[in-house]
Every structure is written in C-alpha cells, then in structure tokens.
C-alpha cells in the first residue's frame, strides 16, 4: 500500500513545470499542452527521446480551462518567472486552443509569454495567428534542404523545408513580437560550409530578431549525437551574420558545480510538494543536479535527496553526456 508521501508524488502537477533556469529565457514556467512526444517531427537530438506520435493534426489535446486554472494556484504561491513559456512534451502548436490559452494567460499575469515551437506548421495562418498573440516566438531551423531535413528532423510526410521557411517569412511578415530562431548543429549532418550557407540563406529570407546557435549538451534521442565545441561554435556563428549568437551552456557550475544554501531538512509536506514540481520538471527537461537546485530554489543536499528518494521508487532514471549527469523520468 503506498504511503501518503507517494500518493502525492503520483498526483504529479499535470501542465506547468519549473521554473527551469534557460540561457534564452532566465527563468522560465513552463506550460505543457500536447502529450508526451506527440510532435510533427523526429529529431535525431530531441532530449526527451524519440517521437512516439507523428502528427500535423491540431486539437485539444488538453482541456485549456485546467491549465489555466493551474496556473492561478501557481501565480496565487509568489510565482517568480521572467517568462511563461509554452513548450513541454511536444509540438505545442498541435494544440487547438494555443489563442485562446495565451489570451487566457494573459488575462491573469503580466508576465510576458514565449512559445517553443519548431516551426513547421507556421505555413497555416490559424498557427500563425494563435503564435501572434504571445510576446517572443522560438522556433527553429536546422537545415537549408530537404536531404538535409530528412536526416535531422525527419518530419511527417507532409512537412517539406520550404514549407518550414515559407512559414516563418510568412509570420515574420505578420507578427509585432520578436523572433528568435535556434539553429541546432549536428556534427556531420549540417556543419559543412555547403550547409552553413544554405541555413544563413534561409536566416536573411525569415528576418529573424535574433539567431541562436545550439548543440548537444544534454541526452539526446540518437546515439553518437556529439556536441561541438564552444569554438567551433563560434566560427559558425561568425558565418550565420552578425544576429547570431551561441546559447549552448559549457560551463561546468551550469550543470555541476555546487550551490551552498537551504541545506537544512524540510517538513514531509514540502518534501512531497518538492518533489512532485521536481518530478514534473525531469518528464520534460533532463536536468543537472545544479540545474534543479537553480530552477527550483533547492539546496544540494535537499535536491539529491528528493533525487534517490525518486530513483528509488524507479520513477527517475540517470545518463551521462559529456562528464555530466542529467536526471530524467523514466
């Protein structure tokens, strides 16, 4: 029979994780809308493993009305968030009522509103015209031809590249708000200067507001996936114009170093509440131990402790990349 303890950390916060600590968004809340990878691509780097539903369909994967009542409790605690990003498990686009959401949202906060998206349904002016309504949109854009999409990406059947980039012109051309697009660098797959060209091609049709260079620092859905280093990142950078700019994080304090507050114990209550939030976060992001203590206010001690208490009951597992260790749910 489970204790009181597990049953909390079974009821698990259904739509909102974090705030996690992002390079490109301080700290952030994130808001999951569409089930776990239900998405409309398949990326050989995705963190959360590979896609298990392929879908351009747009419904309502989750009933809005409970994802904003979440987050009135949510803001009704002290929320302390530079953004409220909808992002999460899958493609958030696919959601049906993302426009309605974020004129939900923004009826209850002033906190400004990102969406991660990858970009490919921004083709649909009802996509675009939901995205118009948040405050900063991060799609992404990892090849500049379709051989190349293919192998990266691997997208539904009916998503081609230029559909991809004709849609962010598309919503460049209609969107007051800032666009900053990732482009994702996959050693051998996009990083000749045959490659490199074609992707800034595309950056000066979209216009983006700003051009962040990523790679894989974290676990990721394929084997083999290396990271570039921080150098060879910045010489791509240098070739993608003056907007771009490196957001992978290669400091060893980011992901490991060691944070000296709130190590004394907490009552089993906040201990459970802890590790629900906790819980929460690693279904959508694995995380460092330091990533956790940042994003949740933790202690080092408190944090491993919900930790091994979790890997206990089997519910989060471990993976080294790179030297460091990222905690996820299984």
């Known amino acids: 029979m ?11 916060k259904k739509h909102l994780y974090g705030p996690v600590l992002s390079r490109r968004l301080g700290r952030s809340l994130g808001v999951d809308i569409v089930p776990f990878k239900v998405c409309t691509l398949d990326c050989v780097y995705c963190q959360l493993g590979r896609t298990t539903e392929k879908s351009i369909e747009r419904k309502e994967y989750v009933p809005i009305e409970a994802v904003l009542a979440e987050l009135k409790d949510r803001l009704s605690e002290g929320l302390q968030a530079d953004f409220i990003t909808i992002s999460g498990s899958g493609e958030p686009t696919l959601h049906s009522r993302l426009g309605e959401l974020i004129c939900g949202i923004k009826k209850i906060t002033e906190v400004p509103i990102a969406i991660l998206t990858n970009g490919t349904l921004l083709y649909r002016q009802d996509v675009r015209a939901d995205c118009a309504k948040a405050d900063v949109v991060l799609p992404s854009l990892d090849a500049g031809d379709q051989q190349t999409f293919q192998k990266i990406n691997r997208p539904h059947r009916d998503i081609s590249i230029e559909k991809q980039i004709s849609g962010l012109c598309a919503f460049k051309d209609e969107f007051g708000g800032q666009i900053w697009l990732e482009v994702f660098v996959v050693e051998g797959l996009n990083t000749e200067a045959e490659q490199i060209a074609k992707i800034r091609a595309a950056i000066e049709r ?18 083999g996936i290396k990271r570039l280093s921080e150098e060879s990142l910045q010489d791509i950078a240098s070739q993608l114009g003056e907007k771009c700019e490196v957001v992978a994080e290669f400091s060893p304090a980011h992901y490991g170093g060691h944070i000296d507050k ?19 976060m690693l279904k959508r992001r694995p995380c460092s131990l330091n990533e956790i203590c940042t994003g949740l206010g933790m202690g080092h001690n408190e944090a491993l402790k919900c930790i091994s208490h979790l890997q206990l009951k089997g519910v989060v597992g471990s993976e080294e990349k790179d030297g460091v260790i990222f905690f996820k749910a299984r």
Do not use: C, W
Request: charged letters at 35%; glycine letters at 6%.
């Open 206 to 223: 979209i216009r983006p507001d700003k051009v962040q260079l990523n790679t894989a620092v974290r676990p990721t859905a394929e084997m």
């Open 2 to 12: 489970r204790s009181y303890e597990d049953k909390e950390i079974a009821k698990e």
């Open 262 to 280: 709130g190590e004394g114990g907490a009552e089993p209550s906040v201990m459970s509440d802890r590790m629900e939030t906790l819980l929460s």
